[in-house]
């Protein structure tokens, strides 16, 4: 499809993941995944240092077992402050959804997810890429 860029998605489970992948993919993105925080953190400052940084990051908001989306996205940002990132909850009263931006995140995507909103907010936030 038209879709350009790098997105590292984290959600703790399997269905969203394997969806989400396939979609993102399909729209035509490279994709890594994390089951958790700490792993997309970690995977974040690796492609940094390798010199393959990711264009955006989907953090799921509530991780039962892990590290929790609101909690890497502090780490990241402290990594990297201009971290561009988009939160991710099926529970859309939560504060961090709610008022996104004072914790650092760049737009909310709200479960269930549809294909049109999630191709609208990577337009938004992925700059298009100059071709060489």
């Given at each position: 499809m038209t879709g350009k860029g790098r997105i590292l998605l984290m959600d703790d489970e399997q269905i969203i993941l394997d969806v989400t992948l396939e979609v993102l993919r399909f729209l035509g993105y490279d994709v890594v995944f994390a089951r958790d925080g700490a792993a997309a953190v970690d995977l974040y400052k690796t492609a940094t240092a390798d010199g393959h940084p990711f264009d955006l990051v989907i953090?799921?908001?509530?991780?039962?077992?892990?590290?929790?989306?609101?909690?890497?996205?502090?780490?990241?940002?402290?990594?990297?402050?201009?971290?561009?990132?988009?939160?991710?909850?099926?529970?859309?009263?939560d504060p961090v959804m709610?008022?996104?931006?004072?914790?650092?995140?760049?737009s909310r995507l709200t479960k269930p997810y549809r294909i049109t909103e999630i191709k609208r907010i990577l337009e938004e936030q992925i700059p298009t890429k100059p071709v060489s």
């Open positions: 953090l799921d908001l509530t991780i039962p077992d892990g590290v929790s989306g609101q909690e890497a996205m502090e780490r990241l940002r402290e990594f990297d402050p201009a971290v561009r990132a988009v939160v991710s909850s099926g529970y859309s009263n709610q008022d996104y931006t004072s914790y650092g995140f760049s």
